[in-house]
T-cell receptor, first 115, second 112 residues
Framework: EPEVTQTPSHQVTQMGQEVILRCVPISNHLYFYWYRQILGQKVEFLVS????????KSEIFDDQFSVERPDGSNFTLKIRSTKLEDSAMYFC?????????????FGPGTRLLVL | SQQGEEDPQALSIQEGENATMNCSYK?????LQWYRQNSGRGLVHLIL?????REKHSGRLRVTLDTSKKSSSLLITASRAADTASYFCATDPDTGRRALTFGSGTRLQVQP
């Protein structure tokens, strides 16, 4: 069964460094998402992406964050200058057409630790 | 409570028993989805129930939705130790947005 994949599974970085988290959504899906989960807290929406542009974003998704679909398969989340509070599990998700009522399929996550 | 709040926060049962988890939300929704998360791992989609549905079954899972009360329940029948995980409800609001709003989750422990 097709699934969303994410790399790396774990990333440790120094505060102020740039990180790029990578995702390969399910191949025929058109809508992509990033969520994050700070340890012990709720899963929070960051951004959705469709047709090579951001569809919607949350207040968390500030200028330090950016997303890109550099080719036909990868979807990336970049954090330009990481802060300690960016430490979290980051989940990528995709859905077939982004229509109301569609299931969003999540990847296994990247655990980011900012020191 | 906030959108997508589950209760109880933690539940411990014996193998073979049924586990019931509840979720409440505040705004109108298109659908409500339940996800499972093993400790520190990814989110696994379990079941989606649409706003015009009242009950849905999938294997040992039974989900109900009461839009008048803005609440949902997830029942896991004949639980197994492997069902030990956190369970989250996530709502897809009827606002045209696609961002899911997750609850805080119920941590289920099934004792063998």
């Amino acid at each position: 069964e097709p699934e969303v994949t994410q790399t790396p599974s774990h990333q440790v970085t120094q505060m102020g460094q740039e990180v790029i988290l990578r995702c390969v959504p399910i191949s025929n899906h058109l809508y992509f998402y990033w969520y994050r989960q700070i340890l012990g807290q709720k899963v929070e929406f960051l951004v959705s992406f469709y047709n090579n542009e951001i569809s919607e974003k949350s207040e968390i998704f500030d200028d330090q964050f950016s997303v890109e679909r550099p080719d036909g398969s990868n979807f990336t989340l970049k954090i330009r200058s990481t802060k300690l509070e960016d430490s979290a599990m980051y989940f990528c998700a995709s859905s077939p057409r982004g229509g109301a009522g569609e299931t969003q399929y999540f990847g296994p996550g990247t655990r980011l630790l900012v020191l | 409570s906030q959108q997508g709040e589950e209760d109880p926060q933690a539940l411990s049962i014996q193998e073979g028993e049924n586990a019931t988890m509840n979720c409440s939300y505040k705004t109108s929704i298109n659908n409500l989805q339940w996800y499972r998360q093993n400790s520190g791992r990814g989110l696994v989609h379990l079941i989606l129930i649409r706003s015009n549905e009242r009950e849905k079954h999938s294997g040992r899972l039974r989900v109900t939705l009461d839009t008048s009360k803005k609440s949902s329940s997830l029942l896991i029948t004949a639980s197994r130790a492997a069902d030990t995980a956190s369970y989250f409800c996530a709502t897809d609001p009827d606002t045209g947005r696609r961002a899911l709003t997750f609850g805080s989750g119920t941590r289920l422990q099934v004792q063998p």
